[in-house]
Structures are given as structure tokens and as C-alpha cells.
């Protein structure tokens, strides 16, 4: 078992930027690819970012390519998504999650965090 603490969201203005943290406590945290979803009000969960367990692969959904920035810490048991240039579609509410796998798709991962909200005023 796996437990996801999620912190760093907030209000921010646009081109403004944040630094989400997800705090795994578990199991060998490095055994875990690690990603980054955000869910919006009415909309589907979107993929953000994934992060192999040793940190030398990652990739980025299409709309945040550029902008986001995932890493992980693995003596610290924890993942960061450094957001920059936030736009107000950015506004959602964001949640880390892990899984075992190193193939896992968007769709399943194993275990999730809470979320932490990210607010972009225009």
C-alpha cells in the first residue's frame, strides 16, 4: 500500500507559476513510477506528466509540454510538477498517483492521492 499527500496548490495568476508536491509513504518509493493528473469541473480527468522510478524518463500530456516540469526525489520519498506560464485552463484540481508498473497506462495507475487545487485568475 501507497499513501499520496498532495500539497502546493493555490491561487495564482496567469504566467505566474507553483510547485506542487506529492509525498509518498509506502514502500520503496523508487519501485514506483510516479504521474500527475488534473481534473477540471465538468471535464474528464486529463493527463499531466509521469516520471519513471528512477527519475531518467519522463513525458508530458500535450498541453502542458513546455510549461510543466516533473521530477522526483527519491530519498525524500517524493515527486514535484513545477508549473510555469499557468494559463486559467490550467485551473483544476490536481492529483499525483503511483503504481508498481513501469508500463502502467494513464488509465491505471494504482494508487492516488487526494489533489491539491490549482487556481489561474486571468
Known amino acids: 500500500q501507497v499513501q499520496l499527500v498532495e500539497s502546493g496548490g493555490g491561487l495564482v495568476q496567469a504566467g505566474g507559476s507553483l510547485r506542487l508536491s506529492c509525498a509518498a509513504s509506502g514502500r520503496t518509493f523508487s519501485n514506483y513510477v510516479m504521474g500527475w493528473f488534473r481534473q477540471a469541473p465538468g471535464k474528464e480527468r486529463e493527463f499531466v506528466a509521469h516520471?519513471?522510478?528512477?527519475?531518467?524518463?519522463?513525458r508530458y500530456g500535450d498541453s502542458v509540454k513546455g510549461r510543466f516540469t516533473i521530477s522526483r526525489d527519491n530519498a525524500k520519498n517524493t515527486v514535484y510538477l513545477q508549473l510555469n506560464s499557468l494559463k486559467p485552463e490550467d485551473t483544476a484540481a490536481y492529483y499525483c498517483?503511483?503504481?508498481?508498473?513501469?508500463?502502467?497506462?494513464?488509465?491505471?495507475?494504482?494508487?492516488w492521492g487526494q489533489g491539491t487545487q490549482v487556481t489561474v485568475s486571468s
Open positions: 498517483a503511483a503504481d508498481p508498473r513501469p508500463y502502467v497506462t494513464n488509465n491505471g495507475y494504482r494508487y
Open positions: 516520471i519513471s522510478g528512477s527519475g531518467g524518463s519522463t
